[in-house]
């Protein structure tokens, strides 16, 4: 079994779209942290703000996005609120790259 690096994990996710902007979340800033232990990979996923509708679905398609790489992979998700300065970059983004 190959071993996952911090390249292998980088490039998934950024295939990961936001379903409302037309970008990827690691373009949008919202993958951090990211620590992989054996079969086991964590990141934080930082969010404008905690309570988002779409935080739920976020998280299963950067699960599914992940154990793609390999079948038996652990992935925990943690939630994280961004910064006001993180959270203006983000808006800016989100406003170029809105999803009609």
Excluded: C
Excluded at 35 to 43: A, F, M, Q, T
Excluded at 48 to 71: F, N
Aim: hydrophobic content about 40%; aromatic content about 4%.
């Amino acid at each position: 079994m190959k071993k996952i690096s911090q390249d292998d994990i980088k490039k998934v996710l950024s295939e990961v779209m936001h379903p409302e902007i037309n970008y990827n979340l690691v373009d949008l800033g919202m993958i951090n942290d990211v620590v992989i232990e054996g079969n086991k990979v964590s990141l934080t996923l930082k969010l404008p703000l905690l309570e988002v509708p779409i935080r739920d679905y976020l998280i299963q398609i950067i699960k599914e996005a992940l154990i793609s790489l390999q079948e038996n992979l652990e992935v925990e998700v943690k939630l994280d609120q961004m910064s006001q300065q993180e959270r203006d970059k983000f808006m800016k983004k989100a406003k170029e790259g809105w999803k009609l």
